[in-house]
Every structure is written in C-alpha cells, then in structure tokens.
C-alpha cells in the first residue's frame, strides 16, 4: 500500500508530469481521478489544512464555473468556496500529493521536491 495520494487529472500536463516523476522517484502512489471520484467537503477541508494554505489558493478561478457561481466574491466563506468544490470538482487545482512529509498543490511540477525527495 502506498504511502503517497495523488489526486489526479490525466488530461492535465502537470498532473502528468508529476505522475511520472513519483514514479520515477520509485513511489507508486494511490492516484485519485479527482472528477471521477470527487473528495467530499471533510476530504477538502483536510486537504487544505494539511496544505496550510488558504482555500481559495486551491480553486481553478479560470474555469468558467468560478464566474458563473459568483466565487469571486470575497466575501464567500470558506464553507462556500468548499462546498462549490465538493459539487463542482473541476474547481480543484491540481495535481494535489499527500506525502509523508505533508500535502502540497504540485504547480509547478518542481514543486515536488517540497515533499518528495524522489
């Protein structure tokens, strides 16, 4: 079982890469399709946490749903922004990894050596 969580979108060149890199590096992570098998609001909430970022530095703001549903507004909460995401997954940034060393939005994919020694 591996120790390292990858959540995932293949049709993403960065997830991709970094995929690989983890691979390369020797690790076979748990890879989670992230729109196919979406995180529920608990997941994302642990997700951020662990990150220690603020949530809106974990949203997508250029798909076309953040304008639509009026997340720009800075007075959305981070209750709001979460559950947006738990309903509309391609709202996540990505590649997310979950390693021992802790959890880290991966972009740029040279961002992996904050967590992954690889």
């Not at 220690?52 to 549903?69: F, H, N, Q």
């Not at 559950?83 to 021992?100: C, E, G, K, S, W």
Request: hydrophobic content about 40%; some cysteine; overall charge neutral.
């Amino acid at each position: 079982m591996s120790d390292i969580t990858i959540y995932h979108n293949p049709k993403c060149g960065t997830s991709r890469n970094v995929l690989q890199a983890l691979r390369d590096g020797g690790a076979e992570p748990a890879v989670i399709e992230y729109l196919k098998t979406p995180p529920d609001r608990a997941t994302l909430k642990k997700l951020v946490a662990a990150m220690g970022v603020p949530v809106r530095d974990i949203i997508r703001s250029k798909e076309a749903i953040y304008t639509e549903l009026g997340l720009d507004d800075p007075a959305l909460t981070d209750t709001q922004l979460i559950d947006a995401m738990a309903q509309h997954p391609i709202l996540i940034n990505r590649p997310i990894v979950v390693t021992p060393k802790g959890a880290l939005l991966v972009r740029p994919k040279e961002r992996l050596e904050e967590i992954f020694p690889g």
